[in-house]
């Protein structure tokens, strides 16, 4: 056996020990379709029953906690309390009324916001003039808690609509300038190298290169701000709110109603999954390409 050979041998000795030593970590391609290339059955079966099984376990020991009197209903009602509570919304239509308008003013401040933070990070890192003049005050603006402006912004803009939808559109800034602009500044240079080899101008370049390379750096950055845009919203509507979702929750603190504070709470959580699906269903459909490694 010669040298090589020899070497070729030790070297896939090697790489068995390797493959022994990780069979126990299976990896698993969810692929465009976000389901198992190939998996024992057992695997999502189990996977499912967990996700159901632990929320009705919580639920179950938050019900019989608050029935057998460990928890004081005034201080945390039981689930079906606040399922009663529910139906009192629905009921008289207040549910109905202030999702609508939490929802519009949530999805305008996105919507300006998202816009502002693209346009700034695709100038700033496209451009060395855009960087030199918007990088270090947004910067520098990003660490101040949008929470802290609120007095700011009523002095600004009053106690009206505007307040709040100015407050959403602060906060939601941020995390898309952040992720533009990386992504934009991590694409890999031997690919700016190849379009140039083959002719594009920079604008080709741009529009070919950079900004396909970076969009899942600029969808990330918008699902940050979808979550932002709620957190800020639940602050926004404590201002002189006088619909929306905030405007129950004044209320019920005000008459010490806490499953009614409680079923609020859930109907924010509930915005909140609906705009982080719709906007994984967005970031599907733009990157299809795009594969899932997980393991298990």
Do not use: C
């Not at 896939?12 to 030593?21: D, K, S």
């Not at 859930?266 to 594969?291: M, N, S």
Request: hydrophobic fraction near 55%; glycine fraction near 10%; charged fraction near 15%.
């Amino acid at each position: 056996m010669s040298v090589v050979e020899s070497r070729i041998v030790e070297a896939e000795a090697a790489r068995a020990v390797q493959l022994g030593a990780d069979r126990s970590v299976h990896l698993v391609d969810l692929g465009a379709n976000g389901k198992p290339a190939s998996s024992r059955s057992w695997i999502p079966v189990g996977r499912g029953a967990l996700r159901t099984l632990v929320p009705i376990g919580l639920l179950v020991t938050w019900q019989t906690a608050s029935v057998s009197g460990l928890v004081e209903p005034t201080v945390l009602p039981p689930p079906l309390m606040v399922i009663g509570a529910f139906g009192e919304l629905i009921g008289t239509g207040e549910l109905q009324a202030a999702i609508p308008a939490s929802l519009h003013r949530a999805l305008t401040g996105l919507a300006l916001g998202a816009s502002t933070g693209l346009v700034l990070g695709l100038f700033a890192g496209l451009w060395r003039l855009g960087e030199e003049l918007f990088d270090a005050p947004l910067q520098m603006l990003r660490t101040i808690p949008f929470i802290a402006m609120i007095p700011l912004f009523i002095i600004w803009f009053g106690i009206g609509e505007t307040a709040k939808v100015a407050l959403i559109y602060g906060a939601t800034i941020f995390p898309v300038y952040l992720n533009t602009y990386a992504g934009v500044r991590g694409v890999d240079p031997k690919l700016i190298e190849a379009a140039k080899v083959f002719g594009l101008n920079p604008r080709q370049i741009s529009l070919r290169v950079i900004l396909p390379t970076a969009l899942p750096s600029i969808l990330v950055g918008i699902r940050f701000s979808a979550g932002v845009s709620l957190l800020a919203l639940v602050a926004a509507e404590q201002i002189n709110a006088r619909s929306g979702i905030g405007y129950i929750l004044n209320n019920a603190n005000q008459n010490q109603r806490t499953d009614v504070i409680i079923a609020g709470i859930i109907v924010y959580a509930l915005l909140g999954i609906v705009i982080d699906l719709a906007v994984r269903w967005v970031e599907r459909l733009a990157l299809p390409w795009r594969t899932s490694i997980v393991f298990t």
